[in-house]
């Protein structure tokens, strides 16, 4: 029987997934589809229900469904139970339905891609403390980074996070005064998104010149932050690779076979 896959979330119109997974189909020759489904809050229960019973062999699951599908599911990984966040579902062989975090993964996947030459022992910086911060966090420190710090406006927010990592918070106003100590600067916040807030989360005056500085955010392509940073000589890289790579990652839990993500990076990056 032919399968299908599906994405569901609110909104999820403006998606890029299936036409990201479609194409991966397409290119490995498996004969299923991907949809959109768009599931309010409401109707997260009876929609994960359905596509249970309707036998949909695996989704993604994207704002604001991320934590709420849990309790709905059969089993869940225990890197997406710490993160308290579910991305991807798999029915398994008897048809129970596990639950999986890639978006942290992704992201460091995307990392090592783009920078093969960072160690392990890299001093990490994470400004932002919200749901993407504690993906990247407990998934950097999975794949064996042993120095990551945690930066936040809301310093209780950062603190909380860094703690259940057993990990070190500081305020912004100290990780703008110490960057000359991080080799890797991750943002996470919303700050520098479109139709969102302007500027930049921490000020770049002490960065190295040789830091890798990194944005969450693809739209716009390169945020005043990586424009800085940029200027400032550091390596830069935006958040594309971590929405690809989190994509592909979920397409190997379901088909084996990890897709062709630098041909579409090049691609949706031009
Ligand atoms: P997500 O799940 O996408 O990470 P979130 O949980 O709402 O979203 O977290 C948003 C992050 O962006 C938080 O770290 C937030 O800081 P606070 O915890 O202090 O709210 C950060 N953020 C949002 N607007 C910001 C701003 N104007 N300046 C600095 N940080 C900001």
């Known amino acids: 029987m032919k399968k299908w896959y599906a994405v569901i979330g609110d909104p999820i119109a403006h998606s890029r997934s299936p036409e990201m997974h479609t194409r991966w189909l397409d290119e490995e020759k498996i004969d299923a589809s991907y949809i959109p489904i768009h ?3 409401e109707q997260l229960a009876e929609g994960v229900n359905s596509l249970r019973l309707l036998g949909c062999s695996g989704w993604n699951v994207t704002v604001p469904h991320k934590e709420a599908i849990i309790p709905l599911l059969d089993a869940i990984d225990p890197l997406a139970e710490k993160m308290q966040a579910v991305n991807t579902v798999v029915r398994q062989a008897d048809g129970t339905l596990k639950g999986y975090n890639t978006d942290g993964l992704g992201y460091v996947r995307s990392l090592e891609e783009r920078f093969p030459e960072i160690s392990k022992e890299s001093r990490v910086l994470i400004i932002g ?3 993407a911060a504690k993906g990247i966090a407990f998934a950097m420190k999975q794949e064996g980074y ?3 710090t945690i930066t936040n406006r809301t310093m ?3 603190e909380t996070l860094a703690q259940s990592l057993g990990k070190q ?5 100290e990780a703008s005064e110490q960057l000359d100590s991080f080799d890797i600067l991750i943002q996470t916040t919303s700050v520098g998104m479109q139709h969102s807030i302007q500027g930049v989360p921490l000020d770049l005056a002490n960065l190295r010149s040789d830091a890798i500085v990194t944005d969450i955010i693809y739209t716009p392509k390169e945020t005043e932050f990586l424009r800085l940073a940029r200027q400032k000589g550091a390596k830069t890289m935006n958040g594309l690779g971590m929405f690809i790579h989190q994509g592909a990652l979920a397409f190997s839990y ?3 076979r990890y897709p062709d993500a630098q041909s579409l990076m090049n691609e949706w990056n031009n």
């Open 129 to 131: 403390a919200g749901g």
């Open 169 to 173: 918070a500081m305020t912004l106003d």
């Open 39 to 41: 599931l309010t809050k």
């Open 254 to 256: 379901w088909t084996n």
């Open 156 to 158: 209780e927010r950062a």
């Open 146 to 148: 042993s120095s990551i």
